[in-house]
């Protein structure tokens, strides 16, 4: 494989890959046994990775330079054309799943690539295509904005008026599609087959319960700035390197593949989109890794967490058959990037010198500490979808409730986005990713498993990680937790059990 800056983008032509996938949707309707109809499908999916590949490599452009005209019209005119090709593809998808040859795909492939397709055929039809390209034209104009370099406060108005209407574009697209609202959908959308609102709504319970009054204790005697300058940009990307190469062979091979084609994009400048992200490649099985670093030991950490996204891309990519195998539903993607961080924790001394005691336990109790938070934009989202006649400022006003449910501590805090209710226009995933952001919270519930467990045989759960990583997104969320001797987050007393380790080692 090429370097990354020396891999060439071609324009798609999208009226030759329509007219593609309509020939492909004719010749699986004539196919007339197993063999022909997998060829086929399989033949139209490597096809699709490529074309997938193109309009990602565009993406990664864009995000890194959003003032390149002709990536940000790439991106654009690819907007327009996504739903169009989305909707043949599980018009060839439907093809598959409505012949006699069903169950012979079963047994090659498994369950999960059946369950897909069935959930896609929900989420797509021809009177939602209007709909996804307004929701895809609002979440560039949201991506533009925050890459503007405004504040916060100076764009707050402009991000109010961006949700207010993708919260009525995604009811309309709903309703649409048969649902009776967005929230419905969105599980959908989220793959959530062996869990649902009842689940979730339990474990919000145990979080508030049993996390919320230990950050409100440990919140007390928190230092206002527990940062730890680290160097340069290049100082964190070579201390990085190290620290793969110490955890396994495996790690060590990656870091050097994603650095010797200069997979990652880490310097912060104008135009750049200031977050971190893991982009994937299907066609080459690689990864992306956009970063923000500004020498701060939590950017070397978050560099790692998706890193670690990438790992698990690339290990899966190299053991699963299909590319829907690759990647995992949030859940436990994000078990993935999240427990490559605590593996790093012998490690610590790379990147922070004498501080690495004080960094451990800082970063041990922001992951803590983001579990209320994230139940309370899960809450806010819950509610705002049930209640979309709500008005902008009775939409802050709900939140500032359920702020200081969840997060007592902040009714201390002047900030004017606190007071006004505005803070959680700061959350990127309640525009681009509705309904996901819990389930980084049920990811850490596996992460804190592994993490103890490395506590007592480092070398062992190395290769139980690698293990799990391996399979990728082959099964449901609760069978890959069972393939990892994970337990069920959503269980009576799991939040209790599974965080009492952390707590203790936090207030030791």
């Known amino acids: 494989m090429q370097k990354f800056t020396e891999l060439n983008y071609i324009c798609p032509d999208y009226e030759k890959e329509k007219a593609s996938l309509l020939k492909s949707k004719e010749d699986m309707a004539a196919a007339s046994s197993y063999e022909e109809i997998r060829d086929l499908w399989l033949s139209r999916k490597n096809t699709d990775q490529y074309l997938d590949m193109l309009t990602d490599l565009a993406y990664i452009r864009f995000l890194t330079d959003t003032s390149d005209s002709f990536y940000n019209n790439a991106v654009h005119i690819d907007s327009i054309e996504e739903p169009r090709i989305r909707l043949l593809r599980k018009e060839c998808d439907d ?4 012949s006699p040859y069903i169950e012979e795909i079963r047994a090659e492939f498994g369950d999960k690539i059946i369950q897909d397709m069935r959930i896609k055929r929900s989420l797509f039809g021809e009177k939602a295509v209007p709909l996804l390209l307004e929701e895809n034209r609002l979440s560039i104009k949201y991506n533009k904005l925050v ?5 916060k406060e100076a764009m707050s108005d402009e991000l109010e008026d961006i949700f207010h209407n993708m919260i009525h574009v995604r009811t309309n697209l709903a309703h649409s599609l ?10 959908r959308i989220q793959g959530r087959i062996d869990y649902g609102k009842e689940e979730i709504s339990s474990f919000r319970r145990q979080i508030l319960d049993n996390i919320t009054p230990a950050c409100d204790e440990f919140e007390k005697g928190r230092p206002e700035d527990d940062s730890v300058p680290i160097g340069a940009v290049g100082d964190i990307v070579r201390s990085v390197k190290s620290i793969f190469h110490e955890i396994s062979q495996e790690t060590g091979d990656y870091i050097d593949f994603i650095y010797d084609h200069e997979l990652f994009d880490v310097e912060p400048r104008l135009n750049k989109r200031p977050f971190y992200c893991c982009c ?4 080459y099985k690689v990864p992306f890794i956009i970063s923000d670093l500004k020498g701060k030991g ?4 978050m560099f790692i967490h998706e890193l670690g996204h990438g790992f698990a891309f690339y290990t899966a990519a190299r053991s699963q058959k299909l590319f829907e195998y690759h990647r995992s539903t949030v859940s436990i993607n994000e078990v993935h990037s999240r427990t490559m961080e605590f593996l790093s924790y012998p490690y610590l001394e790379l990147i922070v010198g004498e501080h690495q005691n004080t ?3 800082n970063h041990l109790y922001e992951a803590l500490r ?4 994230r139940c309370a934009i899960d809450e806010f989202e819950h509610q705002v979808y049930e209640n979309i006649a709500l008005t902008k400022s009775q939409r802050c006003q709900l939140w500032r409730e359920i702020e200081q449910k969840y997060m007592p501590w902040h009714a201390g805090n ?4 606190v007071k006004r209710g505005t803070s959680w226009l700061r959350q990127p995933h309640l525009f681009n990713a509705p309904f996901s952001y819990i389930d980084y919270n049920f990811a850490l519930m596996s992460v804190f498993e592994f993490y103890g467990r490395s506590e007592n045989n480092y070398r062992e759960t190395c290769k139980d990680y690698i293990a799990f990583c391996s399979k990728g997104g082959s099964t449901n969320y609760l069978n890959l937790l069972a393939a990892g001797k994970l337990s069920n987050p959503f269980s009576d007393g799991a939040v209790a059990n599974i965080c009492a380790p952390i707590l203790n080692e936090l207030f030791s």
């Open 95 to 98: 093809m598959l799943l409505d």
């Open 147 to 151: 890459s503007s370099g405004k504040s």
């Open 178 to 187: 048969g649902f009776d609202n967005y929230i419905e959908m969105a599980y």
């Open 280 to 283: 994937m490649l299907p066609h």
């Open 298 to 301: 939590n950017d070397a950490l």
């Open 359 to 361: 960094f451990r336990q």
């Open 370 to 373: 983001y579990l209320p938070y």
């Open 414 to 417: 002047h900030h004017e986005s």
